[in-house]
């Protein structure tokens, strides 16, 4: 049977596109486009731009991302 | 090193909590409330109620759920 290391892992899930961390590693947020961050990571990028960093969606405001409750 | 099985990530990641197939198996959904289930599963549950199966959120209209990009 296939084997996941830690290191498989990492790769399957990938890493916040923003720092880099494992995702999951750190709590998660959604964008309202269904890309996953962490949430400190989205929040800060979206001070800076009010874009979707994996697909340039506008994101405005509070309800454009919102807490993932997964455990990766 | 800590080995994943492919059963130990079943029970890791989770199973949708309507059909019981594991998380990730089908295409999947968040919530604006940050459960996750197959996108099936969830718009065929808010036909019959409003609310999050997990939580019990109200759920109304087409932006209280989204497809959710993760390679699980
Ligand atoms: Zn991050
Ligand atoms: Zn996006
Ligand atoms: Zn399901
Ligand atoms: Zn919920």
Redesign the interface.
């Known amino acids: 049977?296939?084997?996941?290391?830690?290191e498989?892992?990492a790769k399957?899930?990938?890493d916040c596109p923003i720092c880099w961390d494992e995702?999951g590693k750190n709590p998660l947020a959604?964008t309202?486009?269904?890309?996953?961050f962490c949430i400190e990571c989205i929040e800060k990028s979206l001070t800076v731009e009010k874009k979707c960093p994996t697909c340039r969606r506008v994101l405005l405001g509070k309800?454009s991302y919102?807490?993932?409750?997964?455990?990766?």
Do not use: D, V
Not at 1 to 6: A, D, I, M, N, V
């Open positions: 049977s296939k084997k996941f290391t830690s498989n892992r399957k899930f990938g995702l959604s309202k486009c269904g890309h996953a309800s919102h807490p993932l409750y997964l455990n990766l």
